[in-house]
């Protein structure tokens, strides 16, 4: 390791971190169930560890490994980084420590590649500090932060709103080519709150809430069409691009962030509380509907018309209304908690109504079809977490045992048909009884489907929700007990 590598960071009094172990089950088959899932963890990290190590994702099938644009091209070991706060919670300490070594010898930032900030964000930088919370060990931090200070340049545009990729060695950023008028996208400017907050409370270094900070005081001067934010934002003008509004893919987490920085802030953070009341007040009212067969489903906002069609990745936010029931305008929780059971009811569905119990990547409600993928190119699964996400928070608040029946089916259909010697591989059509695998066992499966899956069997002592929160790759980070307007009150900061 460089000496440069080893410079210490300053002292900061880390928040009291409660449950960080155990969560042992009550009863005898919820810890076999529990078991299941370590075994399937350890089925899907030995593989990468044999067939696909410092490769960011692995070939389960071809026993190779693999990576997409997001990563760039370098190996970044996706996987490992990904998968360690999961490796930490199941006890899987060897595989860990293995982890922790190849970081330290082999994880560089200085690489000429063009890496998505957002991708680069919630697995890298989350991984990387929710390692470091967990374990204590520093080389975490150091590593989170070297890969942040590479991010900056991103931030270098008109308006402050970053750039979707930029390059690690030379700081040019650009945006993707599929994205509205050369615009940002909102799910990606706006989904890095959480970890640059960290970054700026563990480094003393204020630029990292600064530059999240501009981010939120731009949205909030911007007009909103029917007071919902667009996906697409150009950082060049500062103007909205097409007006498609989703809670699904290209939107989604934004929305989760918002929440979160204000359960992160200790509830201390008002302005990010009322950003999100505000956001999800507009959704209820022009994106969520029944279906005629009583299904509620959240449905996408284009040129002011709904269509009828809900993602797989808009699945989560039955999870994020229960987990922001507690504290919601005019006290209403009760509505949330049920709002967000019945989304979990209609994803079940989702699942439920097809061969392999597993969900399509995209769901229409259009006359007789309900809750069923119609176009060929949207029926596959690709190991995805948010139904089960959603199954463990509303298991967490409500303790209705039908969540752990539900997420215990999905793990079953996960290890029949996803499940391959080389490890775990997506399927490219769910309502097919004879699967045709994808090949990929994507980092997030480790980093989010099985934890969900870890936790929904576990006690809820192990990351209570009252001290930690995830970010949107599952990644636990503590909640700061301090005044979200300054960091005033960490010394480091001074
Ligand atoms: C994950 O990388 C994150 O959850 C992200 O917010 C969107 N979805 C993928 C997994 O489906």
Not at 224 to 235: I, K
């Amino acid at each position: 390791m460089k000496t440069k590598e080893k410079k210490p960071l300053p002292a900061v009094p880390i928040p009291n971190l409660i449950g960080t172990h155990g969560g042992d089950p009550e009863d005898n088959d919820l810890r076999e169930k529990r078991e299941k899932i370590k075994e399937m963890m350890k089925h899907a990290w030995d593989n990468y560890r044999i067939y696909g190590w410092g490769h960011n994702e692995l070939r389960p099938i071809a026993r190779k490994g693999h990576s997409t644009n997001i990563f760039g091209s370098s190996q970044m070991g996706a996987t490992i980084v990904d998968a360690l706060d999961t490796l930490y919670i199941m006890g899987l300490h060897d595989e860990f420590r293995d982890g922790q070594k190849w970081i330290e010898n082999n994880l560089d930032f200085s690489v000429n590649s063009e890496v998505s900030v957002f991708e680069v964000n919630i697995r890298f930088i989350g991984g990387l500090l929710a390692a470091y919370y967990l374990s204590g060990e520093e080389i975490f931090k150091i590593k989170a932060v070297q890969l942040a200070e590479k991010l900056l340049p991103a931030f270098n545009t008109p308006t402050g709103i970053p750039w979707a990729m930029v390059n690690l060695k030379s700081g040019v950023g650009r945006n993707w080519g599929w994205a509205s008028a050369g615009s940002s996208i909102l799910a990606e400017f706006g989904t890095l709150h959480m970890e640059f907050v960290h970054l700026s409370y563990l480094t003393g270094n204020p630029i990292y809430y600064k530059k999240v900070m501009h981010i939120r005081k731009l949205l909030q001067k911007m007009d909103r069409p029917n007071g919902l934010y667009p996906n697409y934002l150009n950082p060049r003008t500062g103007r909205w691009g097409q007006y498609h509004t989703s809670v699904g893919g290209l939107g989604d987490s934004f929305y989760e962030y918002l929440l979160k920085a204000w359960l992160m802030s200790d509830k201390t953070d008002h302005e990010a509380r009322k950003m999100y009341d505000d956001a999800i007040e507009a959704i209820e009212k022009h994106l969520i509907r029944k279906s005629r067969g009583g299904l509620t489903f959240i449905g996408e906002w284009k040129n002011g018309h709904l269509e009828k069609k809900m993602g797989h990745l808009a699945c989560f936010a039955g999870g994020m209304f229960v987990l922001g029931a507690d504290g919601s305008r005019m006290d209403q929780a009760g509505h949330y908690l049920e709002l967000g059971a019945e989304i979990a009811r209609t994803c079940h569905e989702s699942y439920d109504r097809t061969a392999l119990k597993l969900g399509p990547e995209s769901f229409k409600f259009d006359g007789a079809v309900e809750a069923v993928a119609v176009r060929q190119a949207e029926k596959y699964y690709i190991l995805r977490p948010e139904v089960i996400e959603t199954y463990w928070y509303l298991w967490r608040f409500t303790h209705d045992p039908r969540y752990r029946e539900w997420g215990w089916e999905a793990a079953l259909a996960i290890e029949k048909y996803c499940r391959v010697t080389g490890g775990f591989s997506g399927v490219k059509d769910v309502y097919s009884s004879t699967p045709t695998h994808d090949d990929v066992q994507q980092s997030f499966f480790l980093a989010e489907t099985l934890k969900y899956l870890y936790l929904l069997f576990s006690s809820d002592d192990l990351l209570p929700l009252d001290h930690w929160v995830f970010n949107t790759e599952a990644h636990p980070l503590p909640v700061l007990h301090l005044a979200n307007t300054t960091l005033s009150r960490n010394p480091a900061v001074r």
